[in-house]
C-alpha cells in the first residue's frame, strides 16, 4: 500500500548530501605527484626542521617498497598517487590575530558547516581549531587554555613552538612504516591538530578539530598527535566534511594519543565525508590509522566513533594497553547506504596486567552497501587478569546490503577472560507499524529506531556531539524498510 | 464517529471479514467479542491500517473522512488510537522520546508548532499520576523487558497521552493478572469522555465488569452475528461460544 519499502527507500537515498558546497578561496597548491621534491616543497613551505624533513623521508621510502593492502572486505579501483595533489593551502597574506581577518569566504564556509567559530567561541566554550584542506586557520581559546599549560594548536605551529615535544612522541604510536597508507601520511602529511595536556591538568572544556576538503583532486593527509600526561584528562572532538566531486578523493590520516600514568583520553569523532552519489561515483576514500597507547599505569583510552560518510572506510581505531590496570575502549557506528563501503573496527593489545577492553560495534546498512567489522583483541603471556568484552551488532536496512563480522581473538595466557557477543537484526514491519499508528511516520520511525539502537555509542558522544550525531543517522537512513 | 459498511477484507487470498457494519457514536462503548480466530483483532487492523490485509469491499468512514485511503500514520492522526495485543519492544527509545516523537508529528499534521519541553513533561506527569504509573516506567526503552501488565499499561498511558477519539483495545486483558487488570480498565474509565469512544475486543466477559459497554457485538466467522447490551456479554459468559455456533 502506502509504504511501499522500495518507493521510500529510493525516496530518502536520492536525497542531497547537505555539506556538498564548494568555497572559492585561493589557493596555494604543490604540483601533482609523490616525489622527493614534492615532499621537500612541504616541508619547506612549513618551514620544518632538519629532523622533520628525514622523518618524512624516511617514510617515502619505506612506502615505496611497500605495497597497498588488500585483506580489508573493500572494493575500489587502483588508486593513481601521481594523479593527487599533495598541498593546498589557502593563499595567506599575513599572520591572523583576531577571528576578523580570517577570509570571509571561510568564515561562510563554517557558517554552512554549521560551526560558525564567532558563535562556537562565544556559546559553547569549546575551543575549535578548524583545517581546510591542509593548513589550520585558526585556532581559538588557545589563550584561555595557554594559562593551565595547555597546548592546543596546529601541528605546524607546534612544530615550531614546541618541537622537542614532537620529536619525543611523533611516531611513537604509529610507526612510519605501520602500514601503507600510514607511511603515505608520514611522507606527505600536511597539517593536523597537535594538544598536550599538563601533568595534572583536567581540560576544562571539550577541544574540537573541524576538518575539511576544499579543493579539487587534493588528498587529505592531516596528523593529529594528543599527549595526556600523567594524571591529566581530557576530551576531545573531530567533526569532518567534504564537498561533492565526481572523482574520488583520498584521505589518509593518522592519530596517535599517548596517555601517561593515572591519564585518561576521551576522543570523539563525527566523519561525514561525501559518501558519492547513490550511483557509487565519487566520494571520498578514507584510509585512516588511529591508534593510541596507556603508556603509564591506569591510563585510560576511549574512541567513539559515528561513521556516516565516505566511499570507502577503512578504519581501526586502537588501543594498546602497555600499563597495568589501564582501560581501552571503542564505541562504534557505522552507516552505509548505497553504495558505500566500510570495513572498520578496533584493535586492543592487552600487554599489562588486570587490564581491561570494551568494544561496542554497531553496524548499520542500507541500500546495496558492505558493512565490515573487523577487530583483534589481543590478550599476552604478560596481561595476566585481564578483560575483554565485545559486542558487535548488525541492523539490515532492506535486502540488498550486506553486514560482515570479523572477529579475531589471541590470548596467550589462562587467567584472562575474553567474552565476543554479536547480532544481526532488521527493523521489522511490526515496529514500523506500532511507530505508523501513533502517528509517527515511517522516516520519523527509521531514525527512532535507528538511532534507539545505536543509543549505547551516542550516549558516549559529548552533548553538541550526540545531536549532531543523531541528526545525521536519521539523515543518512531514514526510510529504510526490512 | 466511525461507519463500517459492508467490510470485506483478506490475507493471503483467504478471506477473513465477510462483510462487517458497524457504527459507533461518540461516548459510546462498543465490545467486540467472540471465539478465536473469528477476525476480532483483524478488525482491529485494518480499522488501524495494517497493509498486509487486501480490502475486497466496503468502506470505513471515520469522521466523515475516509480511512481506506489514508495512511497508518494519517489514520492516527486524526484519532484513531490502537491499544495492541502484543506490543512491540523498541530497543534504546526511551518512553518520554517515543511519545515526543507521537505527539508533535501529530501536531504536525494538524498544521500545529510542537509542544513546549515543559509543557510535555508537564502532561506527561498529569497522566502518569491519573493512571498510577511508576516514574521510572517513561525511562525505560519502550516495552523491553517489560512485563506483560507492563506493556498494557504502557499501552493505556499512550492512549492517555494521545488522546484520540476512538480507542480501539485489542485484547487488552490477555495476560492479566486481576490487578493489572484493574488498573488498566480504571484508566480507560478515566479517559471516557462525552466526545470519544471505545471499542473493546475481547475473549472474554471479565474485563466488561469493569469497562462497561453500550453495546455487545459477536463476531463470529468473519461477519457480526449478533449485538446486544451489556446482558449479551452475560449471556454468552453463561452458555459459550458454542451457542453462538449452534445459531450461526
Known sequence: ?482 | MLSIKNLRASINGKEILRGINLEIRPGEVHAIMGPNGTGKSTLASVIAGRDIFEIEEGEIIFRGKNLLEMPVEDRASEGIFLSFQYPVEIPGVSITNFMRTAVNEQRKYHGLDPMPANEFLAKMEEKKRMLDIHAKLANRSVNEGFSGGEKKKNEIFQLAMLEPALAILDETDSGLDIDALKVVANGVNKLRRPDNAFLVITHYQRLLDYIVPDIVHVLFDGRIVRSGGKELAMELEEKGYEWIRAEA
Open chain 1, 1 to 482: 500500500m502506502e509504504n511501499d519499502p522500495n518507493n521510500i527507500l529510493d525516496e530518502v537515498t536520492s536525497g542531497e548530501y547537505k555539506y556538498g558546497f564548494y568555497t572559492d578561496i585561493e589557493m596555494e597548491t604543490a604540483p601533482k605527484g609523490l616525489s622527493e621534491d614534492t615532499i621537500r616543497f612541504i616541508s619547506a613551505k612549513k618551514n620544518e626542521p632538519e629532523w622533520l624533513l628525514e622523518f618524512r623521508l624516511n617514510a617515502y621510502r619505506k612506502w615505496l617498497s611497500m605495497t597497498e593492502p588488500t585483506w580489508a572486505h573493500l572494493h575500489h579501483p587502483p588508486i593513481n598517487y601521481q594523479d593527487i595533489i599533495y598541498y593546498a593551502a589557502p593563499k595567506k597574506k599575513k599572520e591572523l590575530a583576531s577571528l576578523d581577518e580570517v577570509d570571509p569566504e571561510l568564515i561562510e564556509t563554517f557558517n554552512k558547516l554549521g560551526i560558525s567559530l564567532e558563535e562556537q567561541k562565544r556559546l559553547s566554550g569549546v575551543a575549535v581549531d578548524a583545517v581546510i584542506d591542509s593548513v589550520s586557520v585558526k585556532t581559538t581559546f588557545s589563550e584561555t587554555l595557554e594559562k593551565q599549560g595547555i597546548i592546543f594548536c596546529s601541528f605546524s605551529e607546534a612544530v615550531q613552538k614546541v618541537p622537542e615535544l614532537v620529536k619525543q612522541y611523533l611516531g611513537t604510536v604509529v610507526p612510519s612504516d605501520d602500514n601503507y597508507f600510514a607511511a603515505l601520511n608520514s611522507a606527505v602529511f600536511s597539517d593536523g591538530s597537535f594538544c598536550y595536556i599538563p601533568k595534572g591538568v583536567r581540560c576544562p572544556i571539550e577541544l574540537s578539530t573541524y576538518f575539511r576538503i576544499n579543493a579539487a583532486n587534493t588528498g587529505q593527509f592531516e596528523r593529529t598527535l594528543i599527549i595526556g600526561d600523567e594524571g591529566s584528562y581530557v576530551s576531545y572532538m573531530e567533526g569532518c566534511t567534504a564537498p561533492m566531486r565526481d572523482e574520488n578523493q583520498l584521505h589518509a590520516a593518522i592519530v596517535e594519543i599517548i596517555a601517561l600514568k593515572d591519564a585518561e583520553v576521551k576522543y570523539s569523532t563525527v566523519q561525514n565525508w561525501y559518501p558519492g552519489n547513490k550511483k557509487g561515483e565519487g566520494g571520498i576514500y578514507n584510509f585512516v590509522t588511529k591508534r593510541g597507547i596507556c603508556k603509564g599505569n591506569n591510563s585510560k583510552i576511549s574512541w567513539t566513533q559515528v561513521e556516516t560518510g565516505s566511499a570507502i572506510t577503512w578504519k581501526y581505531p586502537s588501543v594498546v594497553l602497555m600499563g597495568d590496570n589501564t582501560v581501552g575502549e571503542f564505541y562504534s557506528v557505522a552507516v552505509t547506504n548505497n553504495y558505500q563501503q566500510a570495513d572498520t573496527g578496533t584493535k586492543m593489545i592487552h600487554l599489562g596486567r588486570n587490564t581491561k577492553s570494551t568494544i561496542i560495534s554497531k553496524g548499520i546498512s542500507a541500500g546495496q552497501s558492505n558493512n565490515s567489522y573487523r577487530g583483534l583483541v589481543k590478550m599476552t603471556k604478560r596481561a595476566l587478569n585481564s578483560r575483554n568484552f565485545s559486542q558487535c551488532d548488525s541492523l539490515l536496512l532492506g535486502d540488498k546490503c550486506g553486514a560482515h563480522t570479523f572477529p579475531y581473538i589471541k590470548t596467550e595466557n589462562q587467567s584472562s577472560i575474553v567474552e565476543h557477543e554479536a547480532t544481526t537484526s532488521k527493523i521489522s514491519d511490526d515496529q514500523l507499524f506500532y511507530c505508523n499508528q501513533r502517528g509517527i511516520s515511517t522516516e520519523s520511525a527509521i531514525g527512532l529506531i535507528v538511532n534507539g539502537y545505536a543509543r549505547e555509542v551516542l550516549k558516549q558522544l559529548p552533548m553538541e556531539f550526540a545531536v549532531e550525531a543523531q541528526k545525521l543517522l536519521a539523515i543518512s537512513l531514514e526510510g529504510s524498510v526490512g
